[in-house]
């Protein structure tokens, strides 16, 4: 056996914690795989004071250059999460010749482009497997395992507490603000839940997934977000006797405008692989030319599960280590494609009206459709709320810009009480 690689933990909290766990439990078998052995040297913590629910060998330090200075380290992990000091803390090791993991995906997802010309130029290794989807494989596997294919879609559930809390007002019927007190109370959910339900941490993930699949850079700046909070039991409920199920989508693909990147809670046919994920579990669809479709599924967060996948990408950078070689799988964004506007998006849209319940209103709200090119599949009317009557209509394939002109003629409408949901159907077409 070499000499011992020595690691710089950043962080011990959830995932940290989850690290050291795991190098200490599996130790023999990790170092099988490396052909050497590797250590956590340092942790860096805020308090050293605080009491923790892991034990460690290694040495407690509050001075990040303890760690960056320190020659016998060699890899370090940041898993402190918020953007600052962790960027700082990441570029200072990079510069420093240090091989890079982190689960950060806000970091990256921001400042990948300054990250990884850093790694680049100090041949270093910078891995962020653990960034989207816990302990799902899916950075590796677009990285690596379908590199020889030209990836035409990624879609997938990648906040678990917005599906916890749709699969809940799903099976038990409870509205929105009843499940997320339930999902705050379990832990699933901040106290201030705005990056879950209003969709952001989803955002960031498929901003990351997007530049790697269509090889060009794409920010949180270029995704279109929607969040779940206007998501009603009501919707819900249309949309399992429609033969659809509600779920917060993040999505990305590449069409004749550019890079197609948005995340929005969406109708998908009941039949659909990503409809069958449910509680706070995960799953990223991919499409590709040469391998067809496939999916990864698993936990998308959590200790252990987070954990795993940082640990995989410590191993990997100890292999490299070991073999002499670094910065093989950098920064894969080589082209500049342009973001497709929103507006010229195209998809069905699921709408529920307030109306009122007299004859020609069904006539008047059809040719304000018509007025915008919305053709309409389907209208349901089943029952009065307040003394309107409850609409429901499904259009065909139609733009987001003409949509949008089409609900603002609608909201400006005597006969129209209100637009309560405008929600996409993601499908090429209805039937």
Do not use: W
Request: hydrophobic content about 45%.
């Amino acid at each position: 056996m070499s000499k011992t690689i020595s690691v710089g933990l950043l962080g011990m909290g959830t995932v940290g914690s989850g690290v050291l766990k795991i190098m200490a439990s599996n130790c023999s078998n990790i170092e099988q795989k490396i052909g050497g052995s590797v250590k956590i040297k340092k942790v860096l913590v805020r308090n050293p004071q605080k009491a923790r629910g892991v034990t460690t060998d290694a040495e407690i330090v509050t001075d990040i250059a303890s760690i960056v200075n320190d020659p016998e380290v060699q890899i370090i992990v940041e898993v402190m999460g918020g953007e600052l000091p962790a960027k700082d803390y990441i570029l200072q090791a990079l510069n420093a010749g240090k091989h890079v993991v982190t689960a950060n995906k806000d970091v990256v997802a921001k400042y990948g482009r300054e990250l990884f010309a850093a790694a680049e130029a100090n041949r270093v290794d910078l891995l962020f497997e653990a960034s989207v989807g816990g302990g799902i494989p899916i950075i590796r596997p677009l990285k690596q395992c379908l590199a020889a294919n030209r990836i035409h879609e990624v879609m997938g559930i990648v906040n678990g507490t917005t599906n916890y809390m749709l699969t809940k007002m799903s099976k038990e019927r409870l509205e929105f603000d009843e499940v997320l007190a339930e999902a705050q109370a379990k832990g699933y959910a901040e106290a201030d839940p705005t990056a879950d339900v209003g969709g952001f941490d989803a955002a960031r993930k498929i901003a990351i997934l997007a530049s790697i699949a269509f090889n060009t850079r794409v920010t949180l700046d270029d995704v279109y977000i929607e969040g779940i909070t206007g998501i009603s039991l009501q919707d819900i409920d249309y949309a399992t006797e429609l033969g659809y199920v509600v779920k917060l989508l993040a999505i990305a693909k590449e069409d004749q405008y550019g890079v197609n990147v948005r995340v929005h809670p969406a109708f998908i046919a009941a039949s659909h692989p990503l409809a069958a994920v449910n509680d706070v579990f995960n799953a990223i669809y991919v499409k590709g030319d040469a391998v067809g479709e496939a999916m990864f599924y698993g936990r998308g967060a959590g200790e252990m599960p987070t954990a795993s996948a940082v640990t995989a990408d410590i191993i990997d950078v100890a292999r490299d280590i070991r073999h002499g070689v670094s910065s093989r799988i950098l920064c894969t964004c080589y082209e500049d494609k342009a973001i497709t506007s929103v507006d010229k998006t195209e998809s069905p849209y699921y709408l529920r009206l307030l109306v009122e319940d007299k004859p020609g209103v069904l006539a008047a709200i059809a040719s304000a459709f018509g007025a915008q090119q919305v053709s309409l599949h389907s209208v349901i009317q089943k029952r009065k709320v307040g003394g309107f009557a409850e609409i429901v209509l499904i259009t065909y394939r139609v733009s987001h810009a003409n949509l949008k002109l089409a609900v603002k003629i609608l909201e400006g409408m005597s006969v129209v009480s209100k637009v309560s949901s405008v929600i996409r159907v993601e499908a090429e077409e209805i039937d």
